[in-house]
T-cell receptor
Framework: EADIYQTPRYLVIGTGKKITLECSQT?????MYWYQQDPGMELHLIHY???????EKGDLSSESTVSRIRTEHFPLTLESARPSHTSQYLC?????????????FGEGSWLTVV | QKEVEQNSGPLSVPEGAIASLNCTYS??????FFWYRQYSGKSPELIMF????GDKEDGRFTAQLNKASQYVSLLIRDSQPSDSATYLC???????????FGAGTRLFVKA
């Protein structure tokens, strides 16, 4: 069972505000991910990390940024939110050893920008 | 062509029937295959994974893998209304980052 925690779960903010979505995992996984998913639509990988001080952009271009200063923590930041950023953001992690890189998801953060 | 393809559905089956969900992948380097279930408004949860050709059973779920045909399927026996969800297929390279998700198949189980 995965232990990935995301906060806030739901957030409504105004256009132009800065927001950080927090993600923490307690499994010691090196790999972490951020996915974006609109309701009823497919998952899009927007950021990932191999480990501490490693961050990479995913398949979908995103105006967000991430950091990985500690293994367990992978926050995502939007410097200036826009209505087009309204979506569900899913944090995930995986352990490539033994479990063949099985990806486990957090409960998600629903962001609404008004 | 998408790297992992699924029929978007919806697939509708009566309660108690077998639901068959299919997935094809294009990367022959893929070695690990996963099925996730996602209820509306929730995050994906892992149902099962399969690495070897053949069948793998876990309760009411059976995953089938055919690497020669690049085909993965998930059978749900004795389908229940609570199985109604979107099912995501994913293919990954062992040790790599490249885990690709399909767009998902919506399943409705009618009571």
């Amino acid at each position: 069972e995965a232990d990935i925690y995301q906060t806030p779960r739901y957030l409504v903010i105004g256009t132009g505000k800065k927001i950080t979505l927090e993600c923490s995992q307690t499994m010691g996984h090196d790999k972490m991910y951020w996915y974006q998913q609109d309701p009823g639509m497919e998952l899009h990988l927007i950021h990932y990390s191999y480990g501490v001080n490693s961050t990479e952009k995913g398949d979908l271009s995103s105006e967000s940024t991430v950091s990985r200063i500690r293994t367990e923590h992978f926050p995502l930041t939007l410097e200036s939110a826009r209505p087009s950023h309204t979506s569900q953001y899913l944090c995930a992690s995986s352990d490539p050893t033994g479990s063949r890189n099985t990806i486990y998801f957090g409960e998600g953060s629903w962001l609404t920008v008004v | 062509q998408k790297e992992v393809e699924q029929n978007s559905g919806p697939l509708s089956v009566p309660e108690g029937a077998i639901a068959s969900l299919n997935c094809t992948y294009s990367d022959r380097g893929s070695q690990s295959f996963f099925w996730y279930r996602q209820y509306s408004g929730k995050s994906p949860e892992l149902i099962m994974f399969i690495y070897s050709n053949g069948d793998k059973e876990d309760g009411r779920f059976t995953a089938q893998l055919n690497k020669a045909s690049q085909y993965v399927s998930l059978l749900i026996r004795d389908s229940q209304p609570s199985d109604s969800a979107t099912y995501l297929c994913a293919a990954g390279n062992t040790g790599g980052f490249k885990t690709i998700f399909g767009a998902g198949t919506r399943l409705f189980v009618k009571a």
